[in-house]
């Protein structure tokens, strides 16, 4: 079952709930696992939220992540007034993903925001951050709650020592040229190596032509759930 709190109390360091960060699957593979096509499902922020509530159920993930950055202001509260009328929405929480600080500051305007992904320096008033770039070092340092790892996940782990999450970072070699018995095996070594210090999650957008191995990270958390 989803719950939006799982995720929180990973970011805030108390639970060893597995979690689950893929915020970046693309419109193709979205599609797929879905099973609907068309720009329908793209073409305002609110049938995006409907179709990112459609992925979640595929996905299991506890946070929807929505991308703000490719919308234009009036849309961006369109997204957030989108995000409002869905409610419970079944357990699940809406974040944002966002680059700066007008729209950090739009997102934690609204109770239906629990979480945000940023890129640069903007600094949340209340919102749990995952830091979407920059150095590990630095996001100690800001007192971020989380960090994306593009890589290196276990390296990022051992240099993180519990003083945050470390969210994704299993990598584009691993990914891409890993078998799914890999994939599998190294999600359930992580997870159980350190629970409650690393969300799964590749690290990138899996490209359209490796769907073979998004199901595969997909079915490793569903099983390590």
């Not at 945000?116 to 830091?131: F, K, N, S, T």
């Not at 040229?177 to 190294?186: D, L, R």
């Amino acid at each position: 079952m989803q719950n939006k709190q799982y995720f929180l109390d990973f970011l805030a360091g108390r639970s060893t709930a597995n979690v689950l960060f893929e915020p970046f699957i693309g419109r193709m593979h979205t599609e797929t696992l879905i099973w609907r096509r068309g720009e329908h499902l793209w073409d305002s922020p609110a049938h995006y939220v409907d179709t990112l509530i459609a992925l979640s159920e595929r996905t299991r993930a506890d946070v929807i992540f929505c991308d703000m950055r490719f919308y234009a202001d009036a849309e961006k509260k369109e997204l957030i007034r989108a995000v409002e009328a869905c409610g419970n929405a079944g357990g699940i929480g809406f974040a944002v993903i966002c680059d700066n600080a007008a729209d950090l500051a739009l997102a934690e305007n609204s109770p239906a925001i629990c979480s945000a992904a940023v890129y640069g320096d903007a600094a949340p008033e209340r919102l749990p951050v995952i830091r979407m770039d920059g150095t590990l070092n630095d996001a100690v340092t800001r007192g971020d709650c989380g960090w994306y790892a593009a890589d290196r996940a276990e390296q990022h782990l051992m240099e993180a020592g519990g003083k945050i999450r470390i969210l994704g970072g299993l990598g584009r070699d691993f990914i891409l040229k890993g078998a799914p018995v890999n994939i599998y095996a190294e999600v359930e070594r992580l997870a159980a190596a350190y629970p409650g210090q690393w969300a799964c999650g590749s690290g990138f957008e899996i490209p359209v032509e490796n769907y073979l191995e998004l199901i595969s990270l997909l079915g490793a958390f569903g099983r390590i759930r």
